[in-house]
């Protein structure tokens, strides 16, 4: 049974969640899908892995994926984010073309967008690496060498200073202009969540709300 709102909210919703591989974005995007589906307002859900590779062709070991042309990635971000009346989720590594997302057609005041970084430790995302069934990374096939340049690219993503780094993502929330939250661990994810769950969907609310209480979530 969908929830009832418990207050007005700014809609069509727009969120971004940022973080290393194994931080958990794509849990908490599928989360979020999942949440707006039960108050009756299906969102679409982007993973931004398919739109920088070309994950339509066959997964053969040892091939390495097809990395889409800019106006390709940028062609399918404005479609998927104009599928749904009542809003996106797009989650990724790709720094870039997150902000893309707040300079497209569909959104017509960035300051509406909801930016999520999961900001977790290294031994928290390797863990989970480590337990991923397979690996989308640079070759088509989870082969032990793939997830080896995988796991080294993620441990990088902290000393690293490109848009697909903890520097490049810190620097996309500090300029943001709208809502935003850094989370630092499993258990404020799992608690932000809940209290988006408890406010039937209202994420901008919920998080401009952990915006004003200024703790080191």
């Not at 994950?55 to 998927?80: F, I, M, N, W, Y």
Request: aromatic content about 6%.
């Amino acid at each position: 049974m969908a929830q009832t709102p418990t207050s007005p909210m700014a809609f069509p919703l727009r969120v971004i969640v940022l973080g290393n591989s194994g931080s958990g974005k794509s849990y908490l995007a599928d989360a979020l899908e999942t949440l707006m589906a039960s108050v009756g307002r299906p969102i679409t859900c982007v993973h931004l892995d398919h739109v920088h590779f070309d994950t339509t062709q066959p997964r053969l070991p040892g091939v390495k994926l097809v990395r889409r042309s800019e106006a390709e990635k940028h062609a399918l971000l404005d479609a998927a984010m104009q599928a749904s009346p009542h809003g996106w989720v797009v989650e990724g590594i790709f720094g870039e073309l997150a902000a893309r997302c707040l300079d497209t057609p569909s959104v017509s005041n960035p300051s509406e967008v909801v930016v999520v970084w999961l900001s977790l430790d290294w031994d928290v995302c390797l863990q989970r690496l480590a337990h991923r069934p397979n690996n989308l990374g640079t070759t088509a096939a989870g082969t032990p060498e793939s997830i080896a340049k995988l796991h080294q690219w993620a441990a990088d993503y902290y000393t690293r200073s490109d848009q697909r780094s903890a520097t490049g993502h810190a620097a996309l929330v500090a300029a943001h202009t709208g809502p935003a939250v850094t989370l630092r661990s499993a258990e404020s994810v799992d608690r932000w969540l809940a209290a988006c769950e408890a406010a039937a969907g209202d994420v901008a609310t919920v998080t401009r709300q952990w915006q004003d209480e200024k703790a080191d979530f």
